[in-house]
Each structure stands twice: as C-alpha cells, then as structure tokens.
C-alpha cells in the first residue's frame, strides 16, 4: 500500500544532510558484509555514529574571541 503526501497539509521534509549522504554508502556496505545482529555490525556501526559525531563537532561553528 502507498501512502500519498497532502502536500497541503504536510510539507515535504528539507534538503537531505550531506553527512548522512556521505555515510550512507559505508553503512549499506557494512549491512551487506555482516551478519543481522552480529557482535561484527554492532561494533562497524559504533565506529560509524562516533565519526559521524566527530565530523559534525569538527564543522561547528565555534566562538572566537573578539
């Protein structure tokens, strides 16, 4: 079954995040490469949320001094 969008009612959600885009590839190779529950893609994964966080702290704007 297809759920159709009102676009009256709903709007569409925004612009894709370019990091997740990024990462989607690793995560789907990474899905393809071990087993469903497996101690192997809970760690793979780990690695992968810990450098998404590292990329998006090291893009932050950060204060400065003026």
Do not use: C, Y
Request: charged content about 25%; proline content about 11%.
């Amino acid at each position: 079954m297809v759920t159709e969008r009102d676009s009256e009612f709903e709007p569409w959600p925004g612009e894709p995040d370019p990091i997740n885009t990024a990462l989607m590839p690793l995560i789907e190779h990474i899905f393809a490469v071990t087993a469903a529950g497996s101690v192997e893609r809970g760690k793979a994964m780990g690695e992968v949320l810990a450098l998404l966080a590292r990329i998006r702290a090291a893009l932050r704007p950060k204060p400065r001094l003026q």
